[in-house]
């Protein structure tokens, strides 16, 4: 199982961490890289054109701004693409949710939330796990572990709301 | 192979047609069916905790507004579910493009255009494609039937172009 | 006299204090507690459809991003729902406002404003006021108290002018 | 039970038709009323003051642009205000939205969608259903005969799909 | 010559000292106040119709969020109103522009920009003008100045320049 | 009384008409002229800096998209300069209401609602009732008639109502 | 003097009529074709790589929706890249815009407004007359003539205003 | 080869230090200075009208807020005007990029991102270096330069993901 996580630049990599970490906890093996659609566009198409042949089964691509990259991928590549939008320093995220998921027919981009960063990653997971299904279980323990996590936080809550 | 298309109106089917049709044309078992996150959500929670054993193996969902349906069928299952936001009387899409794509972490929806049912076709069947193999020459055809298009289009432009 | 505040996540207890507080002044009994309409799903259910029968009266849902949270609850209940749109790391609240009161017909949510947390409680105290008039009053004095608290700030707003 | 329907403009009865209507299936009694915060301020003063004593339990408000009649009306009166803000010839609606919606602390407005005229009368119906619990077996008719409508468009919904 | 400074609420007094210590620069007096047009709404409609009988001439009012005040000022009375949109803790000011500027037919806002603290004040010493002729010469004065220190800016840009 | 209306183009006569016959309405005379701040910036200086000379007493400026005429023709005057942003094709007024209205300090432009052309004139007619006291009557009894205007709606929605 | 025009779709055309003729009646040669950056990725590459070397000197590229084409066209040249970021079906053009012009460092996109088919024919040319000043009296006449024209509206405006 | 930039006010200076460091890295001179399209009109005239006599070959006019700078330049010049939208402290630079794209046709403006500082300064070297071929080499050497940078970022890349 292998999954790439592509970042327009380096500074998006406190971002990703979180998508690479959770990847990596389901025992996916992750081919990580900066790839800029517009500074490095010949390392990118060939990448996404030889990405299947490289083992690569799912892409997640992260970028920011009027963030292309996703898309540039999708377009030479029939693997899924997963878009991960980028908050930069103006417009709130609005700029790179929109260049992400506007996509034209033909050429679709799965787009998360902005920063939705671990998101990416359980996206991937779910589209693997058609393919390999030992990857259910794993799905399914961690959509117990976060509702056991809520109740959790609900037995603390009890004890915070006394005192309000 | 099978796909479920759920929406959360009948009124959204004349959007749907192309994105039923489309997964058709792959010869992909379609499952459609209208479903309410709000009007009937015990048939939506049932729908989508009993998909899997249905042999659903995707899911796209489609709802205008407060588009809440994606969401919460990704709640009860751990299919990927495709979010296809419906542009509706107000707000242009923004509405239902938002309440698509913003979801917290812990429950990913591969979010696709405002209105973009072909695409949240083809994403379908690019999941599927990493299980059934035989999608993928399909897919690549179909890569190279729009460029194809696009430059057919050119022939004509050409002479669109001479009287202007 | 008895409301529920339900938030999506314990990370948005800051925000409601002020909503629990103001709930406790009104000597309105206050169930908290955390359900997450997509990471919790069963136990959301659960709690609306119980609601009524646990003496609740109206319920106060808060909720960021893709807000789905008093939409799910409403589809369970007849009670009112009030939904407090809270503001996350992105979107300036636009996402949690939009995903939040852009309901579809059948299902209402009375929205208050983005971190309108007191707003929500005083809501809910208006509603209560209708079956128990002894909240009357009390809202009558705290109306009175607000203008008196303005009047006040002029006194002091006099003696700032001065020095401009 | 009585509900006072309020527009700042003769105009928007179009829109707010079937928020009368949904009332009146539900047997509550309608006061409605032409109420410009701009245009009739005495008048709205006049009114929301005497709302109760004029028998009136919940205050249905409708305005387009910068929309303060609902804010304008709750300030004179502890009855609970609904606000529905009406599309306007610009700005799709979010000037409504956000001038009805972002109230300041102490006075709150329960805030449907943009142009959400039934879901104001059914917040009506299930604030007033509080006191009047005669209502609440309506209100679950009302979502059963929801639910079953679903479950019809469905069945014609098969129909439509073996054609694409 | 006299002209009201109105603000929704004491918090907005450290956006307004520049709105008040220009008008004073030009000689006018002031007659500053906290006026909401939700907690004190006799009290603003009391200022309002009183206003031009006390003497004042042109009525300035801040406000944030969903901002009623300036369009209810300006329901009772015919001086002319400046609408001053203060930034709040969310949405980046659009609620206060939106819910100043918007005003239906009839009854005017004369709106300056977010936060446009000395313009608001400078648009009411223009207003002025017209009957106060003494206030064209200060006018004239200040455009003049601005230029000049534009001017001067520019001879200290060169030597920063120099150094980049 | 004279008051200048200045459109950036022919086109936005039909939004303009409005204004120049509430002007009219009110006895104040009309100097109207096309003038756009990019294709005739040498006849927009000229005007607004000959503006005061040629007794004029107040400008409006309409224009779309980027709206630079009002602020143009503000910088050149210190007369009150009424900027009234029009609709365009795209962004459904949201350019021309921020190139109006964001002015830097120290040059203020006096904005109305997208496409309020009444409200333009109307804003005009107060600024100049301060010098020409007459006009006071007829904004009062303007304030009337909107006002019985709405009353008279009322009798007429009473009907209406009954059989709804 | 060639400059290319390249749409992503020959349903652009309408759009791009006015550009092309603009560009004709300059004597400029015109390379107009359909590219696509996602569904013909390889001939956007081959044509924006060659494009110096074949004449051109200048491209606009206009694309809707996640309007990539300018970017990605960007990357593989030197030459100055306008982008006409095109209205689709829904977001009025915003998404088109901030695909458009929001690029990361590096890579600059010169954007017009939306639909702004003239002015992309103009500021190509402009930038071309560096090269070429016989273009600058061909801008310096356009200039002429568009002062001309508005000034010609003036005289049928004050007839048109005669009626009013 | 010179190239201008203009600056609303000299506090847009630290944003602009970059375009000037980059256009002299390409050895263009640089004429820089503040120049207010409303606070002083007759300058930013003089220097738009004169500047191609003065061998000023490109403009660069950065500005916030209402940003008319660019456009109100625009207007006086064939020379090609290059818009830098500045962000200000409210709107998150939207108002300035509108205000600075939407331009009406006959009078571009070439605009870059918000505070698109580096690619307003390359876009000005892109246009001036089809006039001076000299310039094409270096913007070739930057593209290299710029991939090899994201390549090096790679490897530096590899070692950090090591230890996630």
């Known amino acids: 199982m292998k999954a790439a996580v592509v970042m327009g630049s380096v500074s998006d990599l406190p971002v990703l961490e979180k998508t690479i970490r959770t990847l990596k906890n389901y025992g996916i093996n992750v081919d ?17 054109s030889g990405a299947e042949d490289n083992g690569i ?11 292309h990259l996703a898309g540039v991928l999708a377009a030479y590549t029939t693997l899924p693409v997963i878009g991960l ?23 679709p981009v799965a787009t998360v939330a902005i920063d939705g960063a671990e998101n990416a990653a ?20 961690h959509k117990r572990s976060m509702a056991a996590k809520v109740m959790e936080a609900n037995q603390h809550l009890q004890k915070e709301i006394e005192s309000i």
Do not use: W
């Open 57 to 67: 089964e799912v892409i997640i691509a992260a970028a920011g701004k009027a963030a």
């Open 122 to 141: 359980l996206l991937a997971v779910q589209i693997l796990s058609l393919k390999y299904p030992e990857l259910k279980q794993k799905l399914l323990d």
């Open 85 to 107: 939008p980028v908050k930069s320093s103006t417009m709130d995220g609005l700029d790179s949710l929109l260049s992400t998921v506007q996509m034209p027919p033909g050429i």
């Open 32 to 48: 990580a890289r900066v790839l800029s659609a517009h500074r490095t566009p010949d390392e990118a198409h060939a990448f996404a």
